[in-house]
């Protein structure tokens, strides 16, 4: 992100910064239509998960959110040992998902970090662009929010 700015600094000061940032206080909000919609495409049958880049705090937002009724499983660094980008940790969500590649549908926010390697492994992907980060990209769908995913894949169910 620096570097598009212009701005140069090595790993270890970077990991500084990134070390003091994640001692911040702050609270995770949802979006307003994300709980409506993830209810809405569990009773379409379809499973779930989530692969982060978050390590323990993810199982704690699963919780707090109340997730756990909704999302079959949940990959993060600590159970894979990569993190996103490297296509291993995909390779893990695959492992646990327990269906054929061509069965999954990973959808993610960060063109670099979630739909680049999953479309390098074969897997179809949708890019969430809930503030037009990415217009213009065309090499999967894309969404703006979770009713046009639901939409989507109600839509996609009623083609098959």
């Given at each position: ?6 701005i ?10 990134w ?7 702050y609270?995770?909000v ?8 993830l209810?809405e495409?569990k ?7 989530i ?13 707090n959110?109340?997730?756990?009724d ?6 993060t ?14 390779q893990t ?7 054929g590649?061509?069965?999954?549908l990973y959808?993610?926010?960060q ?5 680049e390697p ?14 037009d ?7 999967c ?7 046009e995913l639901n ?10």
């Open positions: 992100m620096l570097q598009g700015d212009d140069y600094i090595n790993l270890d000061e970077a990991g500084n910064i070390n003091e940032v994640a001692k911040q206080n609270e995770m949802l979006f307003g239509d994300v709980k409506k919609n209810h495409i009773n379409q049958g379809l499973a779930m998960g692969v982060t880049n978050m390590s323990g705090t993810a199982r704690q937002l699963t919780e959110f109340f997730f756990e909704i999302i079959d499983f949940l990959i660094p600590q159970d894979s040992g990569f993190f996103k980008p490297d296509y291993r940790i995909f969500a695959l492992d646990a998902a327990k269906v590649i061509d069965e999954i959808v993610g926010d063109v670099t970090n979630d739909v999953t479309m390098a492994l074969g897997i179809k992907s949708i890019l969430m662009d809930r503030y980060n990415f217009s213009g990209y065309v090499e769908p894309v969404v703006k929010t979770m009713d939409l989507y894949l109600i839509n996609l169910k009623r083609e098959q």
